[in-house]
T-cell receptor, first 117, second 110 residues
């Protein structure tokens, strides 16, 4: 159990275009989902936290108008990178929290590698 | 001061040995502690979590937590080459997001 999927697993897009990444919890309901970004040889950086049915909470320095997050249901969250630029190239990983109780286990999707040319 | 600190390594151990990975955290209110394994180019995989002082064992893995010292560790017994990866320590305070360390790169030498 506790499987999180992401689609696509990799994407190449041209500068100025938008890219949508989907994150699904396959065998559990996730009231909270998280989006992380990881640059090579660096740790995970939390971008935003989204709760089903409400607006996402963005971390400091993350542009909410550039990284649009929609948590439409208890099993689906999407991240749209708008007007992508080469510096947005990174490994984007979503994570879903399985339960609302301690220890709030959190499982990660396989990640999406974005390359902006 | 960083929220969660880990020795970046690399840590090299021979196959069959015990690998010991350490992590310290700054927030005394932290309640839950997690160890993730991340292979190169892959996303993190949850190995264990612990939230009570003491040891918690799961197969070849043992997590140790000492809240007074704000210290959590992961022991890997009978290390295998397939254990070679980056190990991320993560700490949660309350119901909020996880704070990740920068990870320790482990290499198990056949």
């Amino acid at each position: 159990g506790a499987v999180v999927s992401q689609h696509p697993s990799w994407v190449i897009c041209k500068s100025g275009t938008s890219v949508k990444i989907e994150c699904r919890s396959l065998d559990f309901q996730a009231t909270t989902m998280f989006w992380y970004r990881q640059f090579p040889k660096q740790s995970l950086m939390l971008m935003a936290t989204s709760n089903e049915g409400s607006k996402a909470t963005y971390e400091q320095g993350v542009e909410k108008d550039k990284f649009l997050i929609n948590h439409a249901s208890l099993t689906l969250s999407t991240l749209t990178v708008t007007s992508a630029h080469p510096e947005d190239s990174s490994f984007y990983i979503c994570s879903a929290r399985r339960a609302a109780l301690v220890p709030y286990e959190q499982y990660f999707g396989p990640g999406t590698r974005l390359t902006v040319t | 001061q960083k929220e969660v600190e880990q020795n970046s390594g690399p840590l090299s151990v021979p196959e069959g040995a015990i690998a010991s990975l350490n992590c310290t955290y700054s927030d005394r209110g932290s309640q839950s502690f997690f160890w993730y394994r991340q292979y190169s180019g892959k996303s993190p995989e949850l190995i264990m979590f612990i939230y009570s002082n003491g040891d918690k064992e799961d197969g070849r893995f043992t997590a140790q937590l000492n809240k007074a010292s704000q210290y959590v560790s992961l022991l890997i017994r009978d290390s295998q080459p397939s254990d070679s990866a980056t190990y991320l320590c993560a700490v949660r305070t309350g119901a909020n997001n996880l704070f990740f360390g920068t990870g320790t790169r482990l290499t198990v030498i056949p």
